[in-house]
T-cell receptor, first 115, second 116 residues
Framework: AQKITQTQPGMFVQEKEAVTLDCTYDTSDQSYGLFWYKQPSSGEMIFLIYQGSYDEQNATEGRYSLNFQKARKSANLVISASQLGDSAMYFCAPRSGNYGQNFVFGPGTRLSVLP | GAGVSQSPSNKVTEKGKDVELRCDPI?????LYWYRQSLGQGLEFLIY????????KSGLPSDRFSAERTGGSVSTLTIQRTQQEDSAVYLC??????????????FGAGTRLSVL
């Protein structure tokens, strides 16, 4: 089974600072997608950002961006200008298969934003 | 509805009883997933439905777990003879399923199952 590594079980960041959450994976597929989800304490899973393995540019969505390094099988999430509401669990999830049906979540990183 | 709906939001049951968890996906989404999340843990894939294809049941932990999807829409996850280790949040997600497309999964709020 595919293994996803998120090396930082917990991280702290000062409000308004930038933070990088790490994710590495070991897929053997050449074509895949890479998703990041946020899970606040309320429990819902919120889609944040997507990167296709053949996308030429790193994905950006507002304050979220990906540092995607395909050769290293790494897709780190960068959150700029952290806000208190960013405190949550963050999950990296590579997807593969023709319809993206092979979906595996990493163990997550708990981010705490300090005022 | 606008989003994925799950019911009940909370379920407390006694060990050995059967439970049914319901998921109503986003209208038009042909793909539906069930996951389990134990306290403080990541998501564990359980089962995947895509249109009229046979479901991918590879994640079901035992034969006490089963799921069906009627009419390509609503899905029910059934756990028979519940055990304490079944206590977790059960999350349902749905997505479009276009070939080679992004197909973002959208999640429901989950059902928190407590087995006493």
């Amino acid at each position: 089974a595919q293994k996803i590594t998120q090396t930082q079980p917990g991280m702290f960041v000062q409000e308004k600072e930038a933070v990088t959450l790490d994710c590495t994976y070991d897929t053997s597929d050449q074509s895949y997608g890479l998703f990041w989800y946020k899970q606040p304490s309320s429990g819902e899973m919120i889609f944040l950002i997507y990167q296709g393995s053949y996308d030429e540019q790193n994905a950006t969505e507002g304050r979220y961006s990906l540092n995607f390094q395909k050769a290293r099988k790494s897709a780190n999430l960068v959150i700029s200008a952290s806000q208190l509401g960013d405190s949550a669990m963050y999950f990296c999830a590579p997807r593969s298969g023709n319809y993206g049906q092979n979906f595996v979540f990493g163990p997550g990183t708990r981010l705490s934003v300090l005022p | 509805g606008a989003g994925v709906s799950q019911s009940p939001s909370n379920k407390v049951t006694e060990k050995g009883k059967d439970v049914e968890l319901r998921c109503d996906p986003i209208s038009g989404h042909t793909a539906l997933y069930w996951y389990r999340q134990s306290l403080g843990q990541g998501l564990e894939f359980l089962i995947y439905f895509q249109g009229n294809s046979a479901p991918d049941k590879s994640g079901l932990p035992s034969d006490r777990f089963s799921a069906e999807r009627t009419g390509g829409s609503v899905s029910t996850l059934t756990i028979q003879r519940t055990q304490q280790e079944d206590s977790a949040v059960y999350l349902c997600a749905s997505s479009l399923a276009y070939r080679r497309a992004k197909n973002i999964q959208y999640f429901g709020a989950g059902t928190r199952l407590s087995v006493l």
